[in-house]
């Protein structure tokens, strides 16, 4: 071991650790927080960097599983759950339709439509011949009634969170239901995993502490001389850290075009040679043309998979184009001119008017299609918004390339060969498969997966025909073909990397060195 190197290598967080504590003490985040005045950053680039040089190591670890309140929960436990008002309701009021009920409740459709299923289940509320909602008289499940305890517990407790092993069985089973860790903003709870490190030092620390006080070093002293200490002549009081002035300088390299965006431009040019003509839209869309237009019923539970951001001032567009919104409604409500039945509801012209990030690319389609040219063929780019829990295949802001085919000839044949060609010449793959999907939009629908040499198989994106619903609403009255690609997915295989947050890396290095295979 060389001593006087590891010393001269030592920086002010580890130094006070190792004057501080022993081979016997126990330490965590928190205790150096406590007695060093640490932020836990500090904490734990100190236990990094001490343990990179072998003078600690973990002791133990424990895992905790925490449910914590959110928002919506603390709402929740003020109000009443979704559940909970619902009955409440339909007990004051009688039979009401699931849109009365959403408005006289003041919840979201998708809530009414998501707590109805479970309520019917356990013979709480039935739906009667004139599809309205109607309460049995049946108690209420001791389920609903632990929930509702739950919340006002944890919007009660200091940190507005409950850990899972303080739960029973019965409690655990009741909270489930209200907790997420994907996409938690629309949950009353959270669940947050945590683990409780403990790290000793280790014998060779005690050799270094040695040192450091033969040396006098305490961990103060002067790392960056500042103006103010120069005008105050502070700086004659300490002792300075070691300067190493033998550190070359900054490399000038020349810029280049960053990876991803090549990929992009890739995409582009690949799609923009097989005749397609690009469009693009607003960021910013309403709930109309990001579901309603796309046949995806206003109050269903299928919803639920578009996890939109819904935009705060203003919250709803002033009109919806004609005859686009009484097509669609019609459609909704009865089928219209569709030759469907349509979701037999009434169509709520308020909801659909409501303002959202774009949560789809498939909303680009959605505005096309009245203007689309038959045969045509139509593809964009979109920068999409959905809240969820940020992983190697998901991100909350990504990218989807996504088009229409329009022709009286074009079938799903047609779609899979498209498919395979965005898999194997865009994205890379040498594995490809194709699995049963469901979109409401669409019918048949199918997702395309493709295997990555480290990830393994995963969806790159979904396709289909849309369905005579949403193209006939539009005017539109032959097959279409759409699909909605993964682009940040695509690139994960032809840049060859094992993680989409890669794809906005801060090492630059890495960026620099990043090649794309084609």
Same mark, same amino acid.
């Given at each position: ?6 010393? &001269? ?32 950053? =500090? ?58 009920? *959403? ?25 009667? *011949?004139?599809? &309205? ?168 539970? *299928? ?28 459609? =909704? ?38 203007? *689309? ?77 493709? &295997? ?67």
């Amino acid at each position: 071991m060389d001593i006087q190197n590891i010393i &001269k290598n030592l920086h002010p967080l580890e130094i006070k650790v190792l004057l501080k504590y022993n081979e016997k003490d126990e330490l965590t985040s928190e205790k150096l927080q406590k007695e060093l005045d640490y932020k836990e950053g =500090h904490a734990n680039q100190a236990f990094s960097w001490l343990g990179g040089k072998e003078l600690l190591n973990v002791f133990s670890r424990t895992p905790h599983t925490f449910y914590e309140i959110t928002d919506l929960g603390r709402e929740y436990a003020k109000n009443g759950t979704p559940e909970e008002r619902i009955i409440s309701y339909v007990k004051s009021n009688g039979a009401k339709t699931l849109p009365e009920i *959403a408005n006289g409740a003041g919840l979201e459709q998708k809530d009414v439509g998501s707590a109805f299923g479970p309520l019917s289940k356990d013979g709480i509320l039935k739906m009667n *011949a004139e599809k &309205k909602v109607e309460y049995t008289g049946a108690e209420i499940p001791a389920r609903i009634k632990l929930a509702a305890k739950l919340l006002k517990i944890a919007a009660e407790s200091q940190n507005g969170q409950i850990e899972s092993s303080s739960l029973t069985k019965e409690e655990q089973d009741a909270i489930a239901p209200y907790a997420k860790k994907r996409g938690a903003a629309d949950s009353a709870f959270k669940i947050i995993d945590r683990e409780t490190v403990i790290y000793k030092l280790t014998s060779a620390s005690k050799k270094i502490l040695d040192a450091l006080k033969t040396a006098g070093i305490t961990g103060n002293e002067i790392g960056e001389l500042t103006p103010k200490m120069l005008e105050s002549g502070d700086w004659k009081k300490g002792t300075f850290r070691g300067y190493n002035i033998a550190i070359p300088p900054a490399r000038i390299i020349p810029g280049r075009t960053n990876p991803y965006v090549q990929f992009l431009e890739h995409v582009k040019d690949k799609l923009c040679s097989l005749g397609f003509k690009e469009y693009d839209g607003p960021l910013v869309e309403t709930e109309f043309w990001n579901g309603d237009a796309l046949f995806m019923p206003q109050f269903h539970a *299928a919803r639920d998979i578009h996890d939109v951001y819904r935009i705060k001032n203003p919250t709803h567009a002033k009109s919806i184009e004609e005859p686009w919104l009484s097509n669609v409604a019609a459609a =909704h409500k009865d089928g219209g001119n569709t030759g469907s039945r349509g979701w037999n509801y009434d169509f709520d012209h308020e909801f659909t008017r409501r303002l959202v990030l774009r949560s789809q690319g498939t909303v680009l389609s959605a505005h096309q299609l009245h203007n *689309a040219e038959v045969p045509g063929k139509y593809f964009g780019i979109a920068r999409c918004f959905r809240y969820d829990k940020v992983d190697a295949t998901h991100l909350s802001d990504f990218y989807q390339t996504e088009g229409i085919i329009a022709g009286e000839d074009v079938n799903l044949r047609t779609l899979l060969g498209m498919l395979e060609m965005f898999a194997t010449e865009v994205a890379g793959a040498t594995e490809v498969k194709y699995v049963p999907g469901y979109f409401p939009f669409t019918e048949p629908s199918v997702e395309v997966h493709i &295997k990555h040499p480290v990830l393994g198989w995963f969806e790159l994106g979904g396709a289909g025909i849309f369905r005579p619903e949403v193209t006939k609403a539009q005017g539109l009255d032959c097959p279409v073909l759409a699909w909605g690609m993964g682009i940040d997915r695509m690139a994960l295989m032809a840049l060859g990397l094992n993680d989409l947050r890669e794809l906005f890396s801060e090492d630059i290095e890495e960026v620099r060195l990043r090649k794309a295979k084609f």
